[in-house]
Nanobody, 123 residues
Framework: QVQLVESGGGSVQPGESLRLSCAASGYTYSRYSMGWFRQAPGKDREGVAAVDSSGGTIYAPSVKGRFTISRDNAKNTLYLQMNSLKPEDTAMYYC?????????????????WGQGTQVTVSS
C-alpha cells in the first residue's frame, strides 16, 4: 500500500523559509518520479517541482531560483526547500509519486498523492 505523508508546513512571513518533507512507503521509491504540487483556494492545482528517478529536476517558473527539490532514496523521503517565500506561495502543498522514470509537472502522470500540508505566507 503506497503511502505519502507530508510535513513541514506552517505560517511564515514574506522572505522566510520552510522545508517540506514527504515520507514514502509501500513501493520501490527510487524507481518513481516524485513531485510537489500546490493548490490555493479557488485555483487549479499546479506543479511546483519534480525530480525524476535519476535525480533530474524541473521547476515551475514562479518558484525557480527560490525552491529546491531533492530526494533521499536511502530514507525514502522527498524534500522541498522553499526560500524567499511570497504571499502568492500560500497554498496546500501535496507530494505525489509517478510510476515512471520521468513525469515532469503534469499531474496526470502521478498516481499516488499525500494528504497535503498547508503553507501560509503573510505579514
Amino acid at each position: 500500500q503506497v503511502q505519502l505523508v507530508e510535513s513541514g508546513g506552517g505560517s511564515v512571513q514574506p522572505g522566510e523559509s520552510l522545508r517540506l518533507s514527504c515520507a514514502a512507503s509501500g513501493y520501490t521509491y527510487s524507481r518513481y518520479s516524485m513531485g510537489w504540487f500546490r493548490q490555493a483556494p479557488g485555483k487549479d492545482r499546479e506543479g511546483v517541482a519534480a525530480v525524476d528517478s535519476s535525480g533530474g529536476t524541473i521547476y515551475a517558473p514562479s518558484v525557480k531560483g527560490r525552491f529546491t527539490i531533492s530526494r533521499d532514496n536511502a530514507k525514502n523521503t522527498l524534500y522541498l526547500q522553499m526560500n524567499s517565500l511570497k504571499p502568492e506561495d500560500t497554498a496546500m502543498y501535496y507530494c505525489a509519486a509517478a510510476a515512471v522514470a520521468y513525469a515532469g509537472l503534469w499531474d496526470g502522470f502521478y498516481s499516488f498523492w499525500g494528504q497535503g500540508t498547508q503553507v501560509t505566507v503573510s505579514s
